[in-house]
Each structure stands twice: as structure tokens, then as C-alpha cells.
């Protein structure tokens, strides 16, 4: 675990920032490569200029879910620290909150499928999400509970994990979350070769990582606890499997109805 992996003259070089960019190049990449397989070329054109509009709703929403339900507590006493990223804090699930808003403000404006194209985002986006999590290894955040034994994670002085529990074992939460993101990376390629309605890969997406999110949020030690003792990420986990289980319901039924009609 290294949060710099060295310096150019006396600008730090950020092991987080290097993985976070690897993941937006490597999740991009792949969505344009299966976009080329599945022969959606005229999807790609698209999707290259939305990118920097979306890479910016993510961000502003990965802070605001960050600062206002994760650790409001502090920055209402920091306020001049909220538009500090460059000092972490940020929240995948406000990130991906953040991105599908501008998403659909974009697909409207240009008259594209949106669920055409958050079928095909889907894949990138899961694998950007594992590299993020090793970005949290690296930089010692996202952590779990003490293990209360002799096995398991123990940061280096330097990260918010070592100041919270000093040299305690912990829950390798983040570890777990990267792998349950590889695994349902490979789920989706391989549910991406059936034939299945417009929109259900996305939702499929949608709900099996907040699932495992809201299990794995039992071991986090760096959250504050609500009601049903929840964390937010717990209740935003939720939250997001009902309304894609709603949304699933509603598209099985549109797709029905236009059946019956045709």
C-alpha cells in the first residue's frame, strides 16, 4: 500500500489518481470494443463526446454523496473543504448517480437509446469500479471493521485507516468489493451474448453490485450508521435495487404491450 508512487520535483505522483485514470481509460476502452463487436459503431461517435461531460457529473455526484451523506458531520464544520478532491472523498455509488443523470440529459438531448447504450456501458463500468477499489487499497481508505483477530488488513501510517484504528487488523472490504466486481464483469460478457430485452443488462448490472455492496457495507469501519444501523451506501444500495427491479417491471411490461400491438 503506497499513496505516492514517487514524486516529479516536488509534485506528488498519487498512486489513487494514476488507478483512477487507468480505470476511466480501461472501462472506456472496453466499451468501445464491444461496441465494435456487437456492431454498434454508430454508438461510438456518441459515446466519445459525452465523455467529459459525464466524467464530470460523476465526479460532482461522487463528492455530493460523499460530503452530505457520508461524512456530512465534518464538513459542516470544513465547509472550504468540500470542493477539496484532491484532499479524497469520493462515493462510486453518487459517482455512477452523478454520470446516468448527465447520461440521460445527453441521450435526450441527441435522441439516443439510453438503455441501448447503459447496456453497453454496463461491462466498463463494473470493471472501472474494481480498479477504483484498488485505487482505495493503495490509498488506505474504504476500510473495514477490525477483525478482531490476528488476520487481516494493516495500514501504514500515513492512511485514514491507520489513523482511525491504528495497528488493528481489518476487513479487506475494498479487497472483496474489487474481486465481487471482476466476477460480475465476466457475468455480464458472458449474459451480453443472450438475447435479452433492452435495458435488463444494465439493471441486472445495477442490482447484483449494490446487493453485494449492502453486504459488504457490514464490514466498513469508515461509515456512520443510520436507521437499521445502515450506512448511507447501505441505504443508497437500497434504494437503487428497488427502483431498477421497478424500472425492469416497467420495461418487460412496455415490451409486452408493443407485442400485442404489432
Given at each position: 500500500?503506497?499513496?505516492?508512487l514517487?514524486?516529479?520535483?516536488?509534485f506528488p505522483i498519487r498512486?489513487?489518481s494514476i488507478?483512477?485514470l487507468?480505470?476511466?481509460?480501461?472501462?472506456?476502452g472496453v466499451?468501445?470494443?464491444?461496441?465494435k463487436?456487437?456492431?454498434?459503431?454508430?454508438?461510438?461517435?456518441?459515446l466519445l463526446?459525452?465523455?467529459?461531460?459525464?466524467?464530470?457529473?460523476?465526479i460532482?455526484?461522487?463528492?455530493?454523496?460523499?460530503?452530505?451523506l457520508?461524512?456530512?458531520?465534518?464538513y459542516?464544520n470544513?465547509l472550504?473543504?468540500i470542493?477539496?478532491?484532491?484532499h479524497?472523498g469520493?462515493s462510486?455509488?453518487?459517482?455512477?448517480?452523478?454520470?446516468?443523470?448527465?447520461g440521460l440529459?445527453?441521450?435526450?438531448?441527441?435522441?439516443?437509446s439510453?438503455?441501448?447504450?447503459a447496456?453497453?456501458?454496463a461491462p466498463?463500468?463494473?470493471l472501472g469500479q474494481?480498479?477504483?477499489?484498488?485505487?482505495?487499497?493503495?490509498n488506505?481508505?474504504?476500510f473495514g471493521?477490525?477483525t478482531?483477530g490476528?488476520?487481516g488488513?494493516?495500514?501504514?501510517?500515513g492512511?485514514v485507516?491507520?489513523a482511525?484504528?491504528?495497528d488493528?487488523?481489518?476487513?479487506p472490504?475494498?479487497?472483496?468489493e474489487g474481486?465481487?466486481?471482476?466476477?460480475?464483469?465476466?457475468l455480464l460478457l458472458?449474459l451480453?451474448?443472450?438475447?435479452?430485452?433492452?435495458g435488463?443488462l444494465?439493471?441486472?448490472?445495477?442490482?447484483l453490485?449494490n446487493?453485494?455492496?449492502?453486504?459488504?457495507?457490514m464490514?466498513?469501519?469508515?461509515?456512520?450508521r443510520?436507521?437499521?444501523?445502515?450506512?448511507a451506501?447501505q441505504?443508497t444500495a437500497?434504494?437503487?435495487?428497488?427502483?431498477s427491479?421497478?424500472?425492469g417491471?416497467?420495461?418487460?411490461?412496455?415490451s409486452?404491450?408493443k407485442?400485442?400491438?404489432?
Open positions: 500500500m503506497h499513496q505516492y514517487g514524486h516529479i520535483g516536488s498512486s489513487y488507478l483512477f487507468l480505470a476511466i481509460l480501461l472501462g472506456l466499451t468501445v470494443t464491444l461496441a463487436l456487437q456492431k454498434k459503431d454508430h454508438l461510438i461517435e456518441p463526446d459525452m465523455i467529459v461531460p459525464v466524467l464530470f457529473g460523476a460532482i455526484g461522487s463528492r455530493f454523496w460523499h460530503v452530505f457520508f461524512d456530512w458531520g465534518y459542516k470544513n472550504w473543504e470542493p477539496a478532491i484532491w479524497g469520493l462510486i455509488q453518487g459517482g455512477v448517480v452523478g454520470a446516468l443523470l448527465v440529459w445527453y441521450v435526450r438531448k441527441h435522441q439516443l439510453f438503455w441501448e447504450l447496456d453497453l456501458c466498463g463500468l463494473i474494481s480498479i477504483g477499489r484498488d485505487a482505495n487499497l493503495m488506505g481508505d474504504a471493521d477490525p478482531g490476528d488476520f488488513l494493516v495500514y501504514p501510517e492512511t485507516a491507520r482511525t484504528y491504528g488493528q487488523p481489518l476487513w472490504a475494498e479487497v472483496w474481486q465481487m466486481d471482476v466476477i460480475i464483469f465476466a458472458i451480453m451474448q443472450k438475447k435479452m430485452p433492452k435488463y444494465f439493471l441486472l448490472y445495477s442490482i453490485y446487493a453485494g455492496r449492502f453486504c459488504l457495507e464490514l466498513r469501519g469508515d461509515s456512520p443510520y436507521l437499521f444501523h445502515w450506512t451506501a441505504w437500497a434504494i437503487v435495487i428497488l427502483i427491479i421497478l424500472a417491471i416497467y420495461l418487460a411490461l412496455a409486452r404491450r407485442a400485442e400491438n404489432n
